[in-house]
């Protein structure tokens, strides 16, 4: 093939450009650690990075709920945690109350009654992060509003919450209940269904020991008042205090579970992140050894060129 | 007597002289345009003079210079018009269609990612990922004014990246519009220099024989010119030159009968049209098709999937929305949470960014319910009908892709176009490229017939001389 002065030089630039576009190429792989940066480099593989992504970032927000879950249930689980401290004590006193107590021991009982249905009160009407958290999903309005008699006592509560619960996904197509409710079937405070109904019952134990204790009253009046809290209150009691425990059960259960979840999901992410890695990561020794094979050719063309247009026959005639 | 004489070889010598001092003169030539890409190298035929009869038989009289020609491939001319304008479609296309992928701004930046999603970039992808991510925040708290707000930065965020999209492909667009004008003026003035080029090549050959230089510039022309728009050429006995677009002659026997235009469809769209009957150019390859392949494929084909998706995004999201009921327990069935109806117009309904409580997440009027933001966020997994029961993710994510792969299809066939190409450049110059070596070695030879030549004469005059002395 004849070849002309052109082509050397033609030739030189076309090899040199090429190979400098894969060094450009592979320098922009190995600074930036990606394999693919636009959907051009690798479109199939950019579709499942973008799906990939899509998908851990849902997880992470999937992880975000199940901390909301879990920062609620342990709220609920503290406040039941109180709640049942105060029926333990209301529980002591209508078994101490007797026969044998005087009408001032009767009175104090009756007084301390009445501050443990003031702090019971306190507590179903406890906000966490301006939500009331045994309001059912009516969770702006206060659980109970209480009303009262004469001497500011409490005399009867009433429910402006609701038993709905709101779901909240944890995981695709998974959800949990996100609200607790003082009254209905999960009720906390209030279970008709099994005689749960702990406010009424403080109410009851209170009135009956005023009753009790009212020198006032005629002694059969006060022995009836002693025998109500011996046979009706102090197994109503008992129910609420049984109902307190079945929802330490059942909060743990729900926290144990939330924790599970958890756990799936942070292991899910953590199996995503190679995936990604896999499609968009530059491989660093195979990009720097491929460098380096076109550096060894970059440098052997700039040197064989330099050396063949330097010389002409011109340099051999006088 | 018979043969030259003394007087005829001088003849003969000065001759021979002349023909030696010509091939030095067209070494030089060759020599001086080493460096000029559109050069065919020349060369001077040499022929040996009429022989003269003696009674010996004829006897050669020398040598003269026959005609001088341009060592040309008129094969390999004509397949450089045609792939040029392959090559330059595609060059076309790849800048054009790289221009559109930098609008679209999808890009994977993995060293921000793990410093959180909001410092790497920001896609459409990951505005889709954080309005639906939002949604689900808010339904695990309803109530929640905070979360309410970050619903609507992220909404307005996504409309905000879906219209600057929508308005840097549109404005693309219409840049490829603009070059689309100024292409028509390329085509005219290309069209009028091939046909005054050609009637100089007819007027001059007519006078002084072959017009090589501006052969060299009529190949260059019609290269340039199918650079722009594919085109066919037929010369015909006599040597003139007809050109055709689309089969629409624009030169017709070395005079320019024709002409392109710019014509404007219903849409504001630039189409390039025959001057005379207003056709428009159904056109093979070249920058012309190149521009107009790219704005109403891929780009059109972006810009309607972005349309699409904004579309469904503003339909699904605001059918939830509308019978929701909002903070203070209020249903307005009238208030949308999307305002406009395409990816160019889409916003958020300014009343819910003034006053996030107006968002309409519950479907009672119980502040605690979150049916309806929770709908809205498990739309994100569910499949459109709309959308080719695709969710928003996955469509936008395939939209991407296929884009991707229109890219990198004309990637790959600008890079075999271009060794198509190249392997035939340089055939060409194999055939017309000037080797300064070979053209050294001519000069070499010609100095040494000149020099032979003139010995020659200096022969002739001794012998001449030798005779005049006889005399003496």
């Known amino acids: ?318 | 007597m018979s043969g030259l004489g003394i007087m005829g070889t001088m003849e003969m010598a000065r001759n021979a002289m002349q023909t030696a001092r010509q091939g030095a003169e067209i070494a030089g030539h060759n020599l001086a345009n080493a460096a000029n890409p559109i050069y065919a190298r020349q060369r001077i035929k040499i022929a040996s003079a009429v022989a003269i009869q003696t009674e010996q038989g004829p006897q050669g009289s020398g040598s003269e210079v026959a005609r001088l020609e341009q060592i040309r491939d008129y094969a390999i001319d004509a397949a450089l018009v045609t792939e040029k304008s392959v090559t330059r479609y595609l060059e076309t296309k790849q800048r054009q269609l790289r221009r559109a992928e930098a609008s679209l701004g999808q890009t994977l930046d993995r060293q921000s990612i793990d410093a959180g999603e909001s410092y790497g970039s920001y896609g459409v992808a990951e505005g889709l990922s954080s309005l639906f991510n939002s949604f689900q925040s808010l339904s695990a708290n309803p109530t929640s004014t905070a979360e309410r707000q970050t619903v609507m930065f992220n909404a307005q965020k996504l409309a905000d990246k879906m219209n600057i999209v929508d308005r840097r492909l549109s404005d693309l667009q219409k840049s490829i519009n603009v070059e689309e004008d100024y292409e028509v003026d390329d085509v005219n003035a290309k069209l009028a220099q091939v046909a005054t080029l050609a009637a100089a090549i007819g007027n001059t050959e007519i006078v002084e024989g072959a017009a090589n230089g501006i052969r060299d510039s009529l190949q260059a022309a019609l290269e340039e010119l199918s650079e722009m728009v594919n085109i066919s050429t037929t010369t015909n006995e006599d040597g003139k030159l007809s050109l055709f677009v689309d089969g629409y002659a624009m030169v017709t026997e070395n005079a320019m009968t024709g002409s392109v235009k710019l014509y404007t469809d219903s849409n504001g769209m630039n189409f390039i049209a025959d001057n005379r009957s207003g056709d428009v150019l159904t056109l093979q390859s070249g920058s012309v098709k190149g521009l107009i392949d790219v704005r109403d494929g891929p780009i059109k084909d972006l810009r309607d999937q972005l349309n699409t998706l904004a579309s469904n995004l503003i339909a699904e999201v605001n059918a939830l929305h509308q019978a929701g009921f909002d903070l203070s327990a209020n249903n307005d069935s009238s208030l949308t949470f999307f305002t406009g109806t395409n990816a160019g117009d889409i916003g958020v309904n300014s009343t819910i960014i003034s006053d996030p409580r107006k968002l309409q997440a519950a479907s009672t009027g119980e502040t605690g319910n979150n049916s309806v933001i929770r709908a809205m966020a498990n739309m994100g997994d569910i499949s459109i009908s709309g959308l080719s029961n695709m969710s928003f993710s996955e469509y936008y994510g395939n939209t991407v892709s296929r884009f991707g792969q229109d890219i990198a299809l004309t990637d790959t066939q600008l890079i075999d176009q271009q060794a198509v190409q190249t392997m035939l450049e340089k055939q060409r110059d194999s055939v017309q490229g000037v080797s300064i070596d070979e053209e050294v070695a001519n000069l070499i030879i010609y100095q040494r017939a000149f020099q032979a030549s003139a010995r020659l004469i200096t022969v002739m005059d001794t012998l001449m001389a030798d005779l005049l002395n006889l005399q003496r």
């Open chain 1, 1 to 318: 093939m004849r070849v002309s002065s052109n082509s050397f030089s033609t030739d030189l630039k076309l090899q040199m450009n090429k190979l400098a576009e894969r060094q450009l190429r592979l320098q922009q792989q190995i600074a930036t650690g990606q394999r693919i940066t636009t959907a051009s480099d690798d479109p199939k593989a950019m579709r499942r990075v973008l799906d990939l992504r899509n998908e851990r970032s849902q997880l992470t927000q999937y992880q975000d709920n199940i901390s909301t879950l879990r920062e609620n249930a342990n709220v609920v689980y503290s406040t039941v945690n109180a709640m049942k401290r105060l029926s333990d004590r209301a529980s002591e006193i209508a078994t101490m109350a007797d026969g044998t107590k005087s009408p001032s021991a009767l009175s104090a009982y009756a007084m301390e009654v009445d501050q443990l249905l003031e702090e019971t009160l306190r507590l179903s009407n406890t906000q966490h992060r301006d939500v009331y958290i045994f309001s059912g999903t009516k969770s702006k309005d206060a659980t109970y509003s209480a009303t009262r008699d004469a001497d500011e006592q409490i005399t009867a509560v009433s429910f402006d919450g609701n038993s709905n619960s709101a779901k909240i996904d944890i995981a695709p197509s998974t959800s949990m209940n996100g609200n607790f409710s003082a009254e209905g079937t999960h009720g906390v405070l209030k279970n008709s269904a099994n005689g749960v109904d702990f406010i009424q019952h403080l109410i009851d134990l209170r009135d009956n020991l005023t009753t009790a204790a009212d020198t006032s009253l005629a002694k059969d009046a006060a022995l009836a008042a002693l025998a109500t809290i011996k046979d009706t209150v102090l197994g109503n009691l008992d129910k609420d205090e049984v109902n307190f425990i079945d929802h330490f059960s059942s909060i743990g259960a729900t926290l144990s579970r939330l924790e599970t979840s958890e756990a799936i999901t942070r292991s899910q992410v953590a199996s995503i992140e190679p995936l990604i890695s896999n499609e968009a990561d530059a491989d660093l020794a195979d990009s720097l050894v491929r460098l380096n094979e076109i550096q060894n050719a970059y440098t052997a063309a700039l040197q064989s060129g330099a050396l063949l247009m330097r010389t002409s026959l011109l340099d051999y005639i006088r």
